[in-house]
Each structure stands twice: as C-alpha cells, then as structure tokens.
C-alpha cells in the first residue's frame, strides 16, 4: 500500500476555480493545505490516495475560489452604514461624517467598526481587504484578532484630527506602527494620503520619498468627482492627475481610487506610468460620482481591482455585488455585450487586487506555494440550477449568501456560515453602544436622517 503524506487540511470540491493565466475551470478537484500554505491541486481520487489530512471538507456542492480582496475601503466606518445617505459626497463629508468622526472616533471606535467589519467581509468571502482610517494601529490589531489578511493604511491628511496633529504626525505615527509590526503574514502596509484636495504638496513629497525607500504602495482617492477637479484647477490650474504627475507620483505604487472622470491623455498617462485603479462601482452609483471608464482602462492594459468603499457610502462590504455591478456597467458604458466578461470580472475581485498591494505572490489565485486564502461557495440552491458555467455563476447569479467556508492562510475562519474567530453577541452589543452614542449627538429625525438643528 502506497505511504500516504500528512497534511493539515484537505478540501474536495465540485469545482476549483483558479484564476490561473489560463482561466481554468477544474471539476472534481481539491486542495491540499499544509502550514497555510497550498501545497497541491489535483484530482479528488488522487488526493485521496496521495493524503492523509488533519481534517478533510466534503464540499461536493461548492466552488473554490481565492479569497477576494476589497481594494479599497474605511473598515470602520460600517458604523456609520446609513447616517446621512442620499447627499452629495461634498455635503456628505463635509456637514455629517466628518463632523461625525471629530465627535467619536477614538482607538475604541476603529477597534469596534473594524471587528464588525471583518466580520461582514469573511461573510461575503473578502480575506483581505485594503484599509484606509484612522488610528490605524487599531485597525491592525482587530484584523490580527480575527485572522485575516489586511494592508493598513498610513492615513495622512493636512487638518487636525484626535489621532494625530498634522500631515508630519500622521506620517511618523504610520511608519511607527509600519516599524513595530512589519513583517507579519496577515499584514502589509500602504501610505495612504487621503485626496489631493485634502493634503498638500510637502506631504505628498514626503510620501513619494518614503514609498520608494520603503517599497510601499500608495492608496488615494483621485478624480471621484468633477468637484475634486474643479477644486485642482482653482488650486493649482490644472487637473489632479496632472498636478501628481508632475510632482512625480504616477507610478506601478500608485493605487488610484475612484477614476470615474478621466481624458484619453490621462488614461494614457497612467498606461505609461503602470499605476493600478481601485474601482467602486457601488459607490459611485450611490454618491452620483460618475463612471469610471472601465473597458478602456482594461483594454489599455491597466490593471485594475475592486472595493466597496466604507460601508456609509456603499451600505455593503460585499465584493461579489461590486463584481457583478462592474461587468454590468462596463458592458452598458461601453455598449459591448462582451465587455468585462465573467472571468475577467473575477480576476479583478482577486488577483487584480492583490497585484496592486504587491502581494500577488501570497494571495489572489489558487497556486501551490501560495498561501491558503480560500472562499468557498454553496451552489446547491435552487437558483443556481442548472449550471453550465460556475464562473459565469459566481458573477451573475450567486451571492455572499452562498459564502459556505473561509479560509485565510490555512486556517478556517467561516465555517458553515458561522464566524470562528469572532463573538457575533459582542459585535451586536458594540454596534447597538455606537449607534446610541452617535444617535445622541447627531440629531436625528425619526426616519434615521440628519434633521435641521432647531
């Protein structure tokens, strides 16, 4: 009899879906885990014959897919989900999140929100997602608590706020908290000036320089809105892209957030220069920003991932509606039916993302000597039946509903649809102690609005 090999987890599924070079659809196939790493992909009946796991998962309804990365979001602003909607983004930050935030975000707050949204992300299968807040060393240890995968954002913004004074002090207090916790396998690190319009040239200089020397990406809002554009002309004559171009920005670090106005010369720019997009279709929708002119980035060879945003300006952290929403427009934008198929929409919620964090070697396909970042998905109900196509499925048809199973460098983090590392009774209670407390001082009306101070 052959001498089998002992791994920590073996996983039998009906498909595996790699996002591979090759767009592979494997059937019948699993995963062998061993030390949070995938060390094999093959078919069931050998790994049966080849394997002897710690724990085996019979998954035979289910599709294996990498964990999807939220390129972009504010984890802890899910405790705002739903103050203030309905408003243009200028009059949104401006008269109720940012006064919001000034009254109570602390160490506590980003601790809380994040803990509960980590929770929703391994619900709808993210396993990392790229954050951008405040006091992000509260950011950094709710991710390390629940056991996912998370680039912390070095916020840094030129007004003062209760985590740092000015744009130097955020930039010392983020390369601090990069210092003490790097490396880390869930943890990697981005530099992440908020906007153009919010922070000012020494600090992005400064950034520039201590990207470079630390090889670090950066995360930035960037041409959301024609007000963002309108105000870079005031400033400086001349639109955000160009004004960054010229103080050396665009570059394969850049994350550019948003994009939904640009010129032919400007995507062109960013072809020359290999920056990555974040788009965040929902968001732009529900903010009326515009339309981020997708197929053409793509076609120009762009690379581009999705978010969700914050849960206050979306309402969800859910990848697989950006994914679904994201070929939807690109194919009514563009008026091209085959635009933005389904595998490509899937690459962009996976290996896409983790390609602009720069860590495409860990995470964002299914690959022996990667890690073992694994969503896994029910497809036994009704309305996915019959199925001819399980990629074209996942993007069309499924949902976070029938996220079964999450793991994150080996370990299982949603089993059966229940959270292991997290207390969902706690997160309920910390939610209910923040919505009373910012209840209290933002006058709201009895439709949970913003009313007029009397």
Known sequence: MQDTTHIDVLIEARWVIPVDNHRSVLNNHAIAIHQGKIIDILPIHQAQSKFNPEKAFFLHNH????????????????????????????????????????????????????????AEMLRSGITCFNDMYFFPEASAQAV????????????????????????????????????????????????????????????????????????????????????????????YGKRPIEHLHQLGMLGPSLIAVHMAHLTDQEIELLKQHGCHIAHCPSSNLKLASGFAPITTLLDNGINVGLGTDSAASNNRLDILEEMRLAALLAKAYSKRADALPAH????????????ALGIDAITGSLEPGKAADITALDFSDLHLLPCYDP??????????????????????????????????????????YWEECIKSTHNLTDNNQPGKSQ
């Open 63 to 118: 599709a294996l897919i990498p964990g999807l990365v939220n390129l972009h979001t504010h984890a802890a602003m899910i405790l705002l989900r739903g103050l203030a909607d309905d408003l243009p983004l200028m009059e949104w930050l401006n008269q109720h999140i940012w006064p919001t935030e000034t009254r109570h975000v602390n160490e506590s707050f980003v601790r809380d929100g994040t803990h509960l949204a980590c």
């Open 144 to 235: 390390l608590d629940v056991g996912m995968r998370a680039a912390i954002g070095m916020i840094a913004i030129d007004f003062p706020t209760a985590y740092a004074s000015d744009a130097d002090d955020y930039l010392a207090k983020g390369i601090a908290l990069r210092d003490t916790l790097h490396p880390n396998p869930l943890l990697s690190f981005c530099f992440a000036p908020h906007a153009p319009y919010t922070v000012g040239d020494k600090a992005l200089t400064d950034i520039l320089t201590y990207a470079e020397q630390l090889e670090s990406p950066i995360h930035i809002h960037l041409h959301e809105t024609t007000d963002e554009i309108s105000i870079g002309l005031k400033t």
């Open 344 to 355: 490509q929409a899937l690459e962009m919620a996976t290996i896409n993302g983790a390609r």
């Open 391 to 432: 990629v074209s499925h996942l993007v069309y048809a499924a949902g976070r509903d029938q996220v079964s199973h999450v793991w994150v460098n080996g370990k299982i983090l949603l089993e059966n649809k229940q959270l292991i590392t997290l207390d969902s009774t706690a997160l309920y209670n910390r939610a209910a």
